[in-house]
Structures are given as structure tokens and as C-alpha cells.
Nanobody
């Protein structure tokens, strides 16, 4: 069964940095787009950053120049380096990936989500 597992969240002061990691496990044939979303209390989940299999990236305007998304295809992993963090970056961050892999009924391409990791920016 394909799964995503995130790590790296925590509490950091404004201006600090954190690095989020997400690794896919299971029998995986290919991973296309990977991304990070976030959801703050009382707000809708939003795309923070995404990266295609070819390395093309996109970012929400509010994090451009501060966050960097990258991936390691050999490890089926995606990372989010977050610098110059602001209180408004506080949210639960979710990893997302478009994966072709196995499931009990055979092989399928589907969208998977991690369980989420809390990022809190506060002094």
C-alpha cells in the first residue's frame, strides 16, 4: 500500500528556518507531481509549492523567495526548505503526490496525502 510520511515540523521563532521532508513508501512505479499544501485554522487548504517529475517548480506568491521545494527521485522524497519564516506561515503542512503504484486490487495512479505536520512560527 502506497503511503506518504512527513517529518520536520515544529516551533520556530520568526525569521527562523525549518526543513520538511516527505517520503513515499510501498511498491511505486512512478511519481509525477509532488507538492506541499498547508491549512491554517479557519482557512482553506492552499498549495504552497509543487514540483513536477522534470523539476519544474511553482510557488504561492506569499512564499516566493523564502521557500524552496526539491525532490530526490531515488528516495521517492520531496522536501520543503522554509527560510525567513513568518507567523502567518503557521499551519499544518501536508505532503501530496501523484503516484502510480500497487494496491490490493492491482496497479493504479492516484493522488496521495500525508498525515500532516504542524509548523508554528511564534516568539
Amino acid at each position: 500500500q502506497v503511503q506518504l510520511a512527513e517529518s520536520g515540523g515544529g516551533l520556530v521563532q520568526p525569521g527562523g528556518s525549518l526543513r520538511l521532508s516527505c517520503a513515499a513508501s510501498g511498491i511505486i512505479f512512478s511519481i509525477n507531481r509532488m507538492g506541499w499544501y498547508r491549512q491554517a485554522p479557519g482557512k482553506q487548504r492552499e498549495l504552497v509549492a509543487a514540483i513536477t517529475g522534470g523539476g519544474t517548480t511553482e510557488y504561492v506568491d506569499s512564499v516566493k523567495g523564502r521557500f524552496t521545494i526539491s525532490r530526490d527521485n531515488a528516495k521517492n522524497a520531496v522536501y520543503l526548505q522554509m527560510n525567513r519564516l513568518k507567523p502567518e506561515d503557521t499551519a499544518v503542512y501536508y505532503c501530496n503526490a501523484d503516484i502510480t503504484g500497487t494496491y490490493p486490487g492491482g496497479i493504479k495512479r492516484d493522488e496521495y496525502w500525508g498525515q500532516g505536520t504542524q509548523v508554528t512560527v511564534s516568539s
